[in-house]
């Protein structure tokens, strides 16, 4: 790692008197792959929020590249081009097909020729096993379809940080490993945040965050953490088959 691209400092969000986001601090190098694991309502798809202003924080900054994104980037246009973002509710053309859905975004925001646009929304497509797809609309699609869908467009997209919010537990395990793949062999330049809830989906990471009632209380590797006696090791006995959930 050679340089901070994203920075967040003493972070707080609040939705009235409830506390969502309580001190957070967090960094991301150039090239990093940080992954934010965490139970239902522990603030980690309002923190992605935050991040891409869907969201506006209660205090603390949030920097990219080290300027604050709230007061100091002149268009938050240019930003969210530079931070893509794959939701969990997929936010797909219903208009157009999946091959037109992977490719408007490469003409319109990176001014892709249209040869070069398919060919790189089929090389994706193919990945994440949607190329029998491509003329499908999103409503002919099952949900996981969708997403991989959206996971292509992304992936065609090559932003600076990658941004995904659970969705690659729409995928199964077999076509998670090809895109973690496809990040590592082809967007190592690329910093990616990953939220997921499944273990093996994170376990690579560079850094691994977990967040509880919207703090986070550990951070460190899988190797790190898996037997540091705290939440991650006990999601991580859970889904390793050593621990039920009533022993947690």
Do not use: W
Not at 78 to 100: H, K, P, S, W
Not at 240 to 245: P, R
């Amino acid at each position: 790692m050679t340089d901070r691209i994203f920075e967040i400092r003493h972070l707080q969000k609040q939705f009235g008197d409830h506390q969502v986001l309580n001190d957070v601090n967090l960094s991301v190098e150039r090239g990093e792959v940080v992954s934010i694991i965490g139970s239902s309502g522990s603030g980690k798809s309002t923190l992605l929020r935050c991040i891409n202003l869907l969201e506006t924080p209660t205090s603390g900054e949030i920097l990219y590249k080290g300027k604050n994104i709230q007061t100091e980037i002149p268009s938050l246009y240019r930003y969210r081009a530079e931070v893509g973002m794959v939701f969990q509710q997929f936010n797909l053309y219903n208009n157009m097909d999946v091959l037109q859905n992977c490719v408007i975004g490469q003409k319109l925001v990176m001014k892709r020729s249209k040869q070069e646009a398919e060919e790189l929304a089929m090389k994706y497509l193919t990945t994440v096993g949607m190329k029998q797809f491509i003329n499908a609309k999103p409503r002919q699609l099952s949900g996981g379809q969708k997403q991989r869908t959206a996971i292509a467009r992304i992936l065609t997209q090559n932003t600076p940080i990658m941004i995904f919010d659970d969705s690659l537990s729409a995928v199964d395990t077999e076509t998670d490993e090809k895109i973690r793949n496809a990040l590592e062999k082809h967007f190592h330049k690329s910093s990616v945040i990953l939220i997921s809830h499944r273990i093996t989906t994170l376990s690579k990471a560079d850094k691994i965050i977990v967040l509880d009632r919207g703090k986070i209380v550990e951070q460190g590797t899988h190797q790190m953490l898996k037997s540091a006696g705290g939440i991650y090791q006990k999601i991580y006995e859970i889904q390793s088959g050593n621990k039920t959930e009533n022993e947690v």
